[in-house]
C-alpha cells in the first residue's frame, strides 16, 4: 500500500461488528494482549500501597533507592510498526505512552533514554527515519521535561536474511518520595465509579482491533496531541496529589475494553459501562486514541473530581461503575470475570 492509500483509510471501510463477544473472544487469545497468559501476569494479586514490601514494588516497576523510602519507578515502551508510518509522530506517541504509565503510577518522570536497532545505514530511507525519530524524541522530552542526552541514542546494525523493520525502544525512570504515593492501576471496589478522561475518537487506525481482527495491517496512526498530553498529566498529577482518585490507568494496547478488564481482574471485580452513542461501539471500545486516563472514583468525591477537571477544560465522561464481577457493556451482559469471559478462554 502506498503512502497515499495508507493517509485515505477511514473506519467507513470496516464494517462495524454485530456480536462484541466474538470481537473479545478473538482478541483475548493474543499473546501480548491477553489478560491472561503465562508471559503477562495481570491478574496476579494486586498491589496496596499501605501494604507493599520490597518484592511487591519491585514486581511493580517500582524500586527503592535509599533507606528513607525514596523509590523510583521504570518502564519500559518499543515500537517497530508505526516507524513506518511517520517516525517523528511514532517516536513521541512512544513517549508519551511511557509517560503517562508513570504517572498514573503516582510517579514523577524524570530521565529517559533510546536505543534503535536494525539500522541499516547504507539506506536513505532508515536514515531520514533515524533523523524524523530523534526530532520526535527531543520534541517530547522537551514537552515533559524528561532528562535525555539525545547525543546518545544507541544503535543496532543488523544484516541478517529477510526484512526487519527498524525498532525503537525507551526506557523512562521516575521518581516517587515513597512508597506510599504508589497507585495502582486494578480498580478496588464493588459501586465506584468509573470515569474516562480525555476525548474519544470514532477511530481504529493502527490499534490491535484492526490489525488482529479485520486483518488490516496498513493505516495510520491513531489520534495523538503532545500538547494535550502534557496538558492532561498535569491535570492528573493534580487529582492524584488531591486524592480524588482510586485508581489510574492509561487506555492503551486493545483500547479501552482490555484497559478495564486488565484493571479488573486481580480483585475479580467486573465493570458495567455505557458506550459513547455518538461513536461507534467497536471504534469506542477498542480503538487505541492517544491521550485517554481511565480512573475509579468514590461517589462521594466524584463531583469534585468532574469540576477539577471542568475547571481546567479537560474532557470527561461517566463510563459507569464498578461490579462484582459481572461485565456489562450498554445492558448486554459479556459474563463473569471468573467463569465469562475469561473463564472459558481459559477452558
Not at 110 to 128: C, L, R, T
Not at 154 to 174: H, K, M, R, W
Request: hydrophobic content about 45%.
Amino acid at each position: 500500500m502506498s503512502e497515499t492509500e495508507t493517509k485515505i483509510f477511514t473506519i467507513d471501510q470496516v464494517p462495524e461488528p454485530d456480536n462484541l463477544r466474538n470481537v473479545v473472544y478473538s482478541m483475548i487469545a493474543i499473546p501480548h494482549l491477553s489478560p491472561v497468559n503465562i508471559f503477562n501476569e495481570f491478574a496476579s494479586a494486586a498491589i496496596d500501597s499501605k501494604q507493599v514490601g520490597k518484592d511487591d514494588l519491585i514486581g511493580a516497576g517500582i524500586f527503592q533507592v535509599d533507606e528513607d523510602g525514596k523509590c523510583f519507578s521504570q518502564t519500559i515502551y518499543a515500537d517497530y510498526k508505526r516507524l513506518a508510518v511517520d517516525p517523528f509522530v511514532a517516536a513521541q506517541i512512544l513517549v508519551a505512552k511511557a509517560v503517562r504509565r508513570l504517572v498514573c503510577c503516582g510517579a514523577e518522570p524524570i530521565a529517559m533514554s533510546a536505543y534503535i536497532n536494525n539500522v541499516d545505514f547504507a539506506s536513505p530511507i532508515a536514515e531520514e527515519m533515524v533523523m524524523a525519530t530523534r526530532l520526535g524524541l527531543n520534541a517530547a522530552a522537551t514537552v515533559f521535561n524528561l532528562q535525555f542526552p539525545s547525543w546518545k541514542i544507541f544503535y543496532d546494525n543488523v544484516n541478517l536474511v529477510g526484512a526487519i523493520p527498524p525498532t525503537l525502544i525507551i526506557s523512562l525512570v521516575g521518581k516517587l518520595k515513597n512508597q506510599n504515593e504508589v497507585l495502582t492501576p486494578s480498580i478496588k471496589k464493588k459501586g465506584h465509579n468509573l470515569l474516562l478522561i480525555g476525548r474519544s475518537y470514532n477511530n481504529i487506525d493502527a490499534s490491535e482491533y484492526l490489525d488482529h481482527f479485520h486483518e488490516i495491517k496498513n493505516s495510520p496512526l491513531m489520534p495523538f496531541n503532545l500538547a494535550f498530553e502534557k496538558k492532561l498529566m498535569a491535570a492528573l498529577k493534580e487529582l492524584i496529589k488531591n486524592k480524588l482518585v482510586v485508581s489510574a490507568s492509561p487506555v492503551g494496547i486493545g483500547g479501552l475494553f482490555f484497559t478495564l478488564l486488565r484493571d479488573a481482574l486481580p480483585h475479580e471485580l467486573g465493570f458495567d459501562i455505557t458506550t459513547d452513542a455518538e461513536i461507534r461501539s467497536d471504534a469506542f471500545l477498542f480503538g487505541e486514541g492517544m491521550g485517554r486516563i481511565v480512573v475509579s472514583v468514590e461517589e462521594d468525591k466524584e463531583n469534585e473530581f468532574v469540576d477539577f477537571l471542568f475547571d481546567h477544560n479537560i474532557p470527561v465522561m461517566t463510563l459507569g461503575h464498578v461490579t462484582k464481577g459481572e461485565i456489562r457493556i450498554d445492558d448486554q451482559s459479556l459474563g463473569f470475570v471468573d467463569k465469562g469471559i475469561v473463564g472459558e478462554y481459559l477452558d
